[in-house]
């Protein structure tokens, strides 16, 4: 099933693509791999999901913003490369930034997981690496990138 029919099927759609906040292009692509760039929990222009799991938000609230990230790195690769191109998702480098006291990363990482295999399929599956991190930028509890693999006629 294509992804945009997934997603309508599921009551979702592809936000707004942002624009990069520095010199840096959204996606890069180098031969038949598309680096995404990280993207953060944003829509509408609106920054969401600000401050640190644990403190100002819970599991079940990151678990969204790490959801809202992954529909921005699908829009990236919706309007870069286009879905009837892509061959699989790679990896995904998750970070958070929480406070002392909170452990439950994977739950929150799987609010990315969750959507790109619900979305993608058996495309959507791939490898991953978590980080804790002391700050992200503009306070955002969490932040994703990603790699896909995509066919050399794109």
Known sequence: M???DRLSEVGLKLPKVSNPGGNYVSVNVR??????????PI???KYLYTGRLGNELTTNEGYEAMKLCAMNVLAQIDRKVGFDYLIGLNHVDAYYQAGDNWDDSPRVVDGASDLFIDV?????RHSRAIFGVEKL????????TTTFTISAES
Do not use: H, M
């Open 137 to 144: 930028p503009r306070n955002f509890s969490v932040g994703l």
């Open 120 to 124: 993608l399929g058996d495309k959507g």
């Open 43 to 45: 829509l509408d222009e």
């Open 31 to 40: 031969n038949n791999i598309a680096y995404v760039a990280i993207q953060f």
């Open 2 to 4: 294509n992804p945009l």
